[in-house]
């Protein structure tokens, strides 16, 4: 069986020195930006064990926000030309300020979402979408059956069909995700226990989105990293 080619995906990710870099990273257990595993930052109350297979997900892409989701290259498409158009998007568009961030049930997961609803930080994730299309590889059969196990309304199968992902434009929802599936009898008491920690963390302030960040994944068994980044204006 051939080797399936790398995916790619660009993300909002804090720089790596900033505290809230270091909170998503240990909470998941990895680090985007070297590609390192770390030393999991446990809640209180959770089995070492337990959290790490609760945060398997999130580990495997990286602590992030996704603005184009992850997809294989088109035929003549390279990595280059994408950094290149990662620089080249940066320098039109501007950075977005975020009064801060709160953790959030969404479903059956955990994430750091905005603290209000932002159009602009809406609009700057709808031109992400559509500019870095012409990159992306149609989906093939198998991906788009993935997609559609999910219950979808029309409108996102639509935007399935032409643009390999349900959650865009009206349906974006810009998150951090710190967790997979909990159990919903677990789920509010981890939620609360993890705002704990991310005040002690000193969290509690604005956030600029202030760059896009392209993500790699070489194969499917290994977890994507940081190759690029480019800040906003």
């Known amino acids: 069986m051939s080797q399936l080619p790398a995916r790619y995906a660009i ?23 070297t590609g390192k595993k770390l030393q999991p930052l446990v809640p209180q109350g959770q089995d070492p064990d337990r959290w790490m297979a609760l945060t398997a997900e999130p580990r495997r892409y990286g602590f992030h926000a996704t603005l184009k989701a992850p997809f294989y290259l088109s035929r003549d498409a390279t990595e280059a030309g994408l950094v290149e158009a990662l620089k080249d998007f940066a320098t039109g568009h501007q950075g977005v300020s975020l009064d801060g961030l709160k953790i959030r049930c969404i479903g059956s997961f955990i994430a750091m979402t905005p603290s209000q609803d932002s159009p602009e930080l809406n609009g ?5 979408v559509r500019h870095f299309d012409r990159f992306r590889a149609p989906l093939s059969e198998a991906e788009r059956e993935r997609r559609l196990k999910s219950p979808l309304t029309e409108r996102q199968i639509a935007q399935v069909d032409e643009w390999g992902y349900p959650y865009v434009f009206e349906d974006f929802r810009f998150h951090m ?41 070489d194969d499917p068994k290994t977890n994507f990293k940081i190759v690029a980044d480019a800040p906003l204006v």
Do not use: C
């Open 177 to 217: 995700t710190l967790t997979g599936p909990v159990h919903n009898d677990d789920r509010s008491a981890l939620r609360d226990t993890l705002r704990q920690m991310a005040g002690s963390a000193g969290l509690a302030h604005p956030v600029s989105i202030d760059r896009i960040v392209l993500f790699k994944q």
């Open 11 to 33: 993300y909002y990710a804090p720089v790596s020195e900033s505290p809230l870099w270091a909170f998503g990273s240990a909470l998941i257990g990895y680090d985007a930006a």
């Open 124 to 128: 700057l994730a709808a031109n992400v």
